[in-house]
């Protein structure tokens, strides 16, 4: 135990730190207008109003974002958008990841990093000329003018795969080159095709490596902000990332409750995911560049 | 339906035995990601060179050729210095706290400890939220009215005036520092997370063999881990400049370039220019100044990566 004690001397003031903008977020979300605009008031706890502290709390600028504000259409937005992003992620990385990380030898790995560095190029430099084609790609013809491209969710699930792809297929390599060869190898003794020992062999057992890829690359959509921003200009069609900070933000009146709800609740379900799977990430990060 | 397949089986088989070959199969599962990687990446990239060298203004994808006339009129803009130098301080003062907590963090968060899934949890918080909504509350933390820096500093410490408490976003230095540390927060817990997964391919003879040469404590740290930590902290170093230099959220939430530009970066210049001003190929020139920053750190990365692949 006594050995123990550094480790929790260094780490819990770190996670202090980074952990208190979510502490407030959730102590903000159920306060009364009273006690929150008050500056006699403690504000890290809840300041009793009436005759108990518990009846200075209410849950209703939390319902308030979910009944009155488009809320609930951003984050079914961000769902959908990401689950279609996914999906065109998978279907290109996972060839692309188990091909770089068994089939091309030598230059497999160049290629690999040659994909990874496409991750690099960021959304800043491309935002411009990318706005300006989903306009024009929205004119062609067979595309309904009024619901063209632009300020359709359609965008974003067409854009955002330029960086997961190259992510994904990144950690995909990985997780690929810490399966056994001679589990393959076995099966196409066996008599199955390169093909079918994918399907049936390499895929179900990297199933937990895939999901860890599901996982990020869904997070890297829903944290997505300015393709979004600049793309998509009708609040019905926002996603959470932009919604929030565009339509809920009201030049100088805000609601911090209902916003630190509307931040609080995206936030922290991420959090558990990325903890959940942080083991994973880590091994096909590292399988990808150091064997 | 059995003549059917026995009558297309020669064909079949030969196109079958085709993917059975490496020469074949491997391009073939790598070219679409890379086409399409060219279609919505490469395609734009050429397109904001191309726009950088026109007068393109907004509402059209093309205009008359300037050369490099939007470089110069850019370059000539007090903004645009600013900008500039702001993306550099931005870059390496977060970069530089970044590192040294990650270090730290990392050489103890990789060990297990009884409670360590849940401080894990609170660590990578920052990273996990999508950044512009983590940015909206540090946007409630450094509110004029009702800080709660403010009011812990003014009301429980009194370290300063309540009557006249510091506008942590509307003051320039103060603004450009709240930027920095809010920046430096979100992408800490991501580079423990890279320094975390160098650590865990240090092979663990190397652990043993300090151990039997008597390293332990600060000795192991300095002469061992550290030193086995470096390509690692580069990778993290690499990826934070690139992620800081080319981010634009933080900034753009917290502070908009504001208060006088005194936080405008390379990325909310070229937005105000080629977006809010129609602007278009100034601001694509200007997005464009940050390309060498990137181009170094991808060929560093690439000198890395020959390196690791060689020992």
Known sequence: ????????????????????????????????????????????????????????ATTKHVTFIFEETNYPTWLLN???????????TLVFALPAGYALARLAGRWGQSAGIGIFLVYLVPPTLLFLPMSRLIVELGRLPGIDDDRGLQNSLWALILVYPSFTIPFATWLLMGFFKTIPQELEDAALIDGCSRIQALLRIVFPISLPGILTVVIFA?????????????????????????????????????????????????????????????????????????? | MEAGTARFEPGSRRWRRAFESRRVLAPALIVPAVV??????????????????????????????????NFITAWGDDNFQKALRNTL???????????????????????????????????????????????????????????????????????????????????????????????????????????????????????????????????????????????????????????TAADFTVVYVLTQGGPFNSTQMLTTWSFQIGINSGSLGEGAAISLYLFPLLAVVSIVMLLFARRAQVS
């Open chain 1, 1 to 56: 135990m006594r050995r123990k004690l550094p480790t929790y001397l260094v780490l819990t003031p770190f996670a202090i730190v980074l952990a208190f903008p979510f502490y407030w977020m959730l102590v903000t979300m159920f306060k009364e207008d009273l006690d929150l605009y008050s500056a006699d008031n403690v504000p890290y706890v809840y300041n009793p109003l009436q005759w108990t502290f518990w009846e200075s």
């Open chain 2, 89 to 243: 301080i931005f870059t390496f003062a977060s970069q530089a706290i970044v590192l040294v907590c990650a270090a730290v963090v990392s050489h103890y968060l990789v060990r297990d400890f009884r409670g360590k899934w849940f401080l894990r949890l609170l660590i990578i918080l920052p990273w996990a939220a999508p950044v512009s909504l983590a940015t909206i509350g540090w946007l409630w933390i450094f509110d004029s009215l009702f800080s709660v820096i403010n009011w812990t500093l003014g009301h429980a410490l009194g370290l300063v005036d309540t009557a006249d408490p510091p506008q942590w976003l509307g003051r320039p230095n103060l603004a450009l520092m709240a930027v920095i540390v809010v920046h430096a927060w979100r992408i800490l817990p991501f580079a423990v997370v890279i320094f975390i997964a160098g650590l865990a391919s240090i092979p663990s003879e190397v652990d043993d063999a300090a151990k039997i040469d008597g390293a332990t404590g600060i000795k192991k740290l300095l002469y061992v881990t550290l030193p086995l930590q470096l390509p690692i902290a580069l990778v993290a170093l690499l990826f934070g400049i690139v992620f």
């Open chain 1, 218 to 291: 869904f997070a890297l959509c829903v944290n997505e902000f300015i393709y979004a921003f600049t793309m998509i200009s009708s609040s019905e069609a926002r996603t959470v990332s932009t919604g929030v900070p565009n339509d809920l933000i009201r030049g100088d009146v805000f609601f911090w409750q209902s916003l630190m709800a509307a931040t609080f609740i995206p936030s922290i379900v991420l959090a558990l995911l990325y903890n959940s799977f942080l083991d994973r990430f880590i091994k096909g990060f590292t399988g990808g560049a150091f064997r």
């Open chain 1, 78 to 88: 961000t769902f959908f958008v990401g689950a279609a992003v996914v999906a065109i």
């Open chain 2, 36 to 69: 399409f990687m060219v279609l919505v990446v490469g395609v734009p990239f050429g397109w904001a060179i191309y726009l950088s060298l026109t007068d393109a203004v907004g509402g059209s994808l093309s205009g008359n050729w300037v050369g490099f006339d």
